[in-house]
């Protein structure tokens, strides 16, 4: 583990008076989500991706998925009340959220988007999320991302789909 840095997520979360702790590492885009929440010595349904979709309407959602599932469109699509769902383009990311590929959280996007998490998280005493850039991952519990990101709580990852 590597010294850590402030990120907007970690000023958040500070400003909140929120708990957590935050865990830095090596950053490296070969990492797969599973191999991260080895390196944090947890099991991979505690560690959560954020992934932003436009819906057929235009707007704008993002669903924070455990890395070691996909997101289910067609559930995505029937939390968020749209006809579809669909990935954003990866160049788009960091206009939209002020986040990279890898390094997005849920936490201090520069607009607040409607957000759902897979229900799994709410089973846990803590979950983590990006930290706000790569190589970095905070660990807080999840009524503290729920209520720090305005999330609702859904089914909305397929263990069984392709890696979104």
Partial sequence: MKK????NVLRVLDAKKIEY???AYEADPTLTGEDIAAILGEEAQKVFKTLVTQGKSGQYFVFVVPVNAGLDLKKAAKAAGEKSISMIKQKDLLPLTGYVHGGCSPIGMKKQFPTFIHETAAGFEHVYVSAGKVG???ELAPR???KTANCKLADVASYDAPEA
């Fill in 144 to 146: 503290d991302l729920i």
């Fill in 4 to 7: 850590e840095e402030k990120t």
């Fill in 21 to 23: 702790k935050s865990h």
């Fill in 136 to 138: 970095m991952q905070v």
